[in-house]
């Protein structure tokens, strides 16, 4: 979510990094920014315009921005949903197509995507892509944005770009997903803290951090007399 206050600067940082880092293939990648329709247009221009910069090659270059998908039947989902997302009155800024050519032949890459003027039910928004390729949907209000992020049926990952610490906290309480970032993109919790989803992201319980002990063990209630005698009740002396 992109608030009007938010540091649009930012916000186009990381939701850079959040959506194409990993070319869109990490369960908590970026697909959908909803942005508050007060800067919108600034904000679709800022972010076109660094997507259309980004630097796609090896990804064991140092200068690389984004690397390839990992194989062919993944090129062809993500291209598919492309075509997908045209045809359901989404308009393409950016990308769309696979990439060839010199210093990209040994690999599957794939353009940095960028979709605007998305409908919070096209499938583009509703199911997992698990490529370069970013939604950008409008919205009225924060209560708006929370509507349109918590109508999935995915809940891990949500973030927040805002100023005012109210919004921020009202997101964390109203956002229906098992983590939520705010003034930071959707990826990057790798402190050991509890992590999962909710919905069809989740199953009840939570990796990582303490709450992983009870993921992966099980309790066990032990009694133990050492007195050698009947003990009827356990306050007895």
Not at 24 to 48: D, E, N, P, Y
Not at 128 to 144: A, K, Y
Request: aromatic letters at 8%; a neutral charge; proline letters at 2%.
């Amino acid at each position: 979510i992109v608030m009007d206050d938010a540091d649009l600067n930012l916000a186009v940082e990381g939701i850079l990094w959040g959506a194409f880092g990993t070319t869109g293939q990490r369960c908590t990648a970026c697909s959908r920014v909803i942005v508050h329709k007060k800067v919108l247009k600034k904000f679709t221009s800022m972010l076109l315009k660094r997507t259309k910069d980004l630097r796609v090659g090896d990804g064991l270059n140092e200068k690389s921005e984004m690397g390839p998908l990992v194989n062919e039947a993944q090129r062809q989902k993500v291209l598919n949903y492309c075509k997908i997302g045209v045809d359901e009155g989404a308009k393409l800024l950016t990308g769309g197509s696979c990439l060839s050519g010199k210093g990209l032949s040994k690999g599957f890459f794939f353009e940095p995507t960028l979709f605007a003027n998305v409908s919070p039910k096209m499938r583009i928004a509703q199911e997992e892509i698990f490529g370069p390729v970013l939604s950008i949907i409008s919205c009225r209000s924060l209560d708006h944005a929370v509507q349109i992020v918590n109508d999935s049926k995915y809940g891990l990952s949500s973030a927040i770009y805002t100023r005012d610490v109210n919004r921020a906290f009202k997101a964390i309480e109203t956002l229906d997903t098992g983590i939520t970032y705010i003034n930071s993109s959707t990826i990057g919790a790798e402190i050991q803290l509890p992590f999962g989803g909710t919905k069809g992201t989740g199953n009840g319980h939570r990796e990582a951090g303490t709450a992983a002990l009870d993921v992966f063990t099980e309790w066990k209630a032990v009694y133990v007399d050492y007195s050698g005698t009947l003990q009827k009740a356990q306050i007895e002396d």
